[in-house]
């Protein structure tokens, strides 16, 4: 049995961690480190008065995310994703979250609908206050809450494995005033899943993901 120092210790490591995962993403997020940009271990290790032992730590915890790229005898740089594998990602999305769409308007609950609208609202508000690190992840987050909440895991599993990338093409090409426009269909989505038109719904998310694909693709 592990006794209470220890599961302290877990804990207090854990807490690190997350910290510095949050921290590098959203120097990502927010276009403080760019793609193909080293990370600095040595000024994130300072900020936060630790070794570089927790934060090689984070980094690979970053590359299986998928934004993070650990390059033997040399700092970690933050991925960049080439257009034609942009394109085959929104070609993926379109299938996927068409679907999610679908069969989420035909059994939403009133829960369902509170969870997008809050997420919605979170992601327009970011936007417009011109914090674009909150913005596209908030946008990520509503996409994925429409995956997990259609049901099936499968969908969901698809998009969380996709999503660090969705999010870095969405950094790489589309910018505040772009995503602005675009995000502005959300609550035509959710009005289509909250009135129970699975033909509406997936119509309006098909049109959503084809500008991100245009977007991506030079």
């Known amino acids: 049995m592990t006794n209470s120092s220890e599961s302290l210790i877990s804990l207090e490591r854990k807490s690190l961690t997350d910290q510095l995962f949050t921290h590098i993403k959203k120097m990502i997020l927010s276009q403080e480190l760019k793609c193909g940009e080293s990370i600095p271990e040595e000024k994130i290790a300072k900020l936060f008065g630790v070794s570089r032992t927790p934060i090689r730590e984070t980094l690979r915890n970053l590359e299986k995310y998928g934004l993070v790229k650990i390059n033997p005898r040399s700092q970690a740089t933050v991925i960049e994703i080439a257009p034609e594998e942009a394109h085959y990602i929104g070609e993926v999305r379109s299938v996927v979250e068409t679907l999610a769409a679908r069969i989420l308007a035909i059994k939403a609950q009133d829960e369902d ?8 609202k979170k992601c327009i508000s970011a936007a417009k206050s011109g914090n674009s690190g909150e913005a596209f992840e908030a946008d990520g987050l509503f996409h994925l809450e429409i995956a997990k909440r259609c049901g099936n895991p499968y969908i969901y599993s698809i998009m969380k494995n996709l999503e660090a990338k969705i999010q870095l093409i969405r950094i790489m090409n589309c910018s505040l005033k772009i995503m602005i426009r675009d995000i502005k269909i959300h609550s ?23 500008d991100f694909i245009q977007h991506a693709t030079p």
């Open 113 to 120: 609908i509170k969870s997008l609208e809050k997420l919605a």
């Open 188 to 210: 035509q989505i959710i009005n289509a899943i909250a009135d129970h038109e699975p033909d509406t719904a997936s119509a309006l998310m098909q049109n959503h993901i084809g």
